[in-house]
């Protein structure tokens, strides 16, 4: 019998064009050699353009769901994307209470890329109070960061550092903010670990608008630190992966860009050119 992959659970609401949320999760961490174990909080309708509507999943079911799993099997780490209620923030803070030995890792998806938001302020205060002291990592961008400081400020011009200050004040272990929303030549990604670190990575560019870029990202190093990998090996690894999956994007619709997680299978080279025959 071959050994079981690591097993990442991952909870999300869906996405038919499997451009993010839970398509995106479980084609990313598939990629990269682990077994998705998928729980989904909602269903979305959608298309490559934005979101028109989501429905949350009862709390309850969510909550069966991803028990009768954690009884059945061992999973390595957990990873939340967009949970679709308060009732379900409740339900899966419950759940990781019970389990405090598999690491947590959150990407707070807070709005669509177009701009259709996913949560109200006291959501967000909930993500806040009962997630975020939990987890191993949290990977907000530039915007998001800025969203989830609830002082009645201006936060425009709060730095991506003084947002960091302020998660680990809210006990967030380790902190990677993403640039791609920030108005710099090259996209600047820092992580601000528990160790103090502070550690920027550059990317070039690329042109164009993806649709689950920071699913990508944040599977991927959950993928990773299931593989054994450290959490800052793992953050790296993950950047890598995640920008030749939008350097080899494709275009399913009329809207954004889908990472393609895919692209070594589908005989595409590193460095984004198909190999001649």
Known sequence: MINCPPKVMTFSATDPTSGAGLQADVLTIASLGCHPVSIPTGFTVQDTVGVSKIIPIDSDLVSDQARLILADMEVEIFKLGLLGSKENIVAIAEIIADYPDIPLIIDPVLASGRGDEFTDIEAR????????????????????????????????????????????????????ITGTHENTKN???????????IIPYHWDRLPGSYHGSGCTLTSAICAYYALGFSIIEAVEEAQRFTWQTLRNGFKPGMGQLIPNRFFRANDVEDDGKFKHH
């Open 125 to 176: 205060k909930m993500m806040i109070d009962l997630l975020f002291p939990e987890s191993l990592l949290i990977t907000p961008n530039s915007l998001e960061a800025r969203q989830l400081m609830t002082k009645e400020e201006d936060l425009s011009d709060l730095s991506t550092e003084e947002c960091a200050d302020r998660f680990k004040e809210m006990g967030c272990e380790n902190i990677l």
């Open 187 to 197: 996209v600047i990604n820092t992580l601000y670990s528990s160790s103090n670190q």
